[in-house]
């Protein structure tokens, strides 16, 4: 399936005193952008057709895939001037670069890149700030099961704060982290179906328009998911993430796991 993938934002909640230029999904974690890391997951699972939903910062991604060097990345033979490639990150890769606007929604983004679906009956989304390890294969799998219009990963709370239940005169009862509460979080990865777009409005949002209608007439699928997720959100996550990577912490690098059943 084609993988639709919105990185034309400003990535406001991304800037910091020393970078204010670079867009979100060209942030490094370790050694490659962010947006090279959830390309690489899709791609392991055999979704290798890629739309680009640019706006902000276009030019740099452009000039990353342009520029990209597959031999300094990879092993390789050199004979005289020719380079035989041993592995390959994105050489079987379609990419579509398209711009959809400065200032456009994410519903609006999806709209201005339909033609480019060629058809397909069915595809994938994602925000393109998280990473997971999500079992993709299986993700895709439970959304045909399941018959629904779309399907988005879900994910347990993420947030650190506590829910403090407090009565009108002050007093406190019960102090609760958020994460215990049994409510699931939208995790940013969408299996869709084209019929998805008689639902989204000029201007309109994904969720808001098209998922919330969706699950007031029980044709949304939630693929519950208690790996890990984390989301490069903001300049702390995306410093959380490349400090991980730097000890040989990234569960999310799913095609560097041996394959089961594979001898070693």
């Known amino acids: 399936?084609?993988?639709?993938?919105?990185?034309?934002?400003?990535?406001?909640?991304?800037?910091?005193?020393?970078?204010?230029?670079?867009?979100?999904?060209?942030?490094?974690v370790g050694p490659r952008p962010l947006l090279w890391h959830i390309m690489r997951y899709y791609a392991h699972y055999g979704h290798k057709e890629f739309i680009l939903c640019l706006g902000y910062g276009?030019?740099?991604?452009?000039?990353?895939f342009l520029d990209y060097h597959e031999e300094q990345s990879n092993d390789f033979v050199l004979r005289g001037d020719e380079?035989?490639?041993?592995?390959?990150?994105?050489?079987?890769?379609?990419?579509?670069?398209?711009?959809?606007?400065?200032?456009s929604s994410i519903g609006e983004r999806l709209r201005r890149v339909r033609d480019h679906l060629d058809g397909d009956e069915y595809f994938l989304a994602n925000y393109a700030d998280v990473l997971t390890d999500a079992p993709l294969d299986k993700v895709v799998d439970?959304?045909?099961?399941?018959?629904?219009?779309?399907?988005?990963?879900v994910v347990p709370p993420q947030s650190s704060f506590h829910c403090v239940d407090v009565q009108d005169n002050g007093e406190v009862k019960q102090i609760t982290p958020?994460?215990?509460?049994?409510?699931?979080?939208?995790?940013?990865?969408?299996?869709?179906?084209?019929?998805?777009?008689?639902?989204?409005p000029p201007g309109g949002?994904?969720?808001?328009?098209?998922?919330?209608?969706?699950?007031?007439?029980g044709r949304?699928?939630?693929?519950?998911?208690?790996?890990f997720w984390k989301p490069a959100d903001t300049f702390k996550e995306r410093a959380e993430l490349d400090h991980d990577f730097a000890r040989g912490i990234h569960p999310w690098t799913v095609w560097e796991q041996p394959t089961p059943g594979a001898r070693t």
């Open 178 to 200: 958020v994460t215990e509460f049994p409510i699931w979080e939208n995790g940013g990865y969408f299996v869709l179906s084209q019929k998805i777009f008689d639902l989204l």
């Open 1 to 28: 399936m084609k993988v639709v993938l919105f990185c034309g934002g400003y990535g406001m909640r991304m800037r910091n005193a020393h970078d204010d230029v670079t867009p979100k999904p060209m942030q490094m």
């Open 58 to 64: 276009a030019a740099s991604i452009k000039e990353f």
């Open 220 to 227: 949304l699928f939630g693929y519950r998911h208690e790996g």
């Open 142 to 153: 439970a959304y045909h099961a399941s018959g629904a219009t779309a399907s988005m990963l």
């Open 83 to 103: 380079i035989e490639l041993l592995n390959s990150d994105i050489g079987d890769w379609s990419i579509t670069f398209v711009d959809t606007g400065l200032e």
């Open 205 to 217: 949002d994904l969720v808001g328009d098209v998922c919330t209608t969706l699950a007031g007439e």
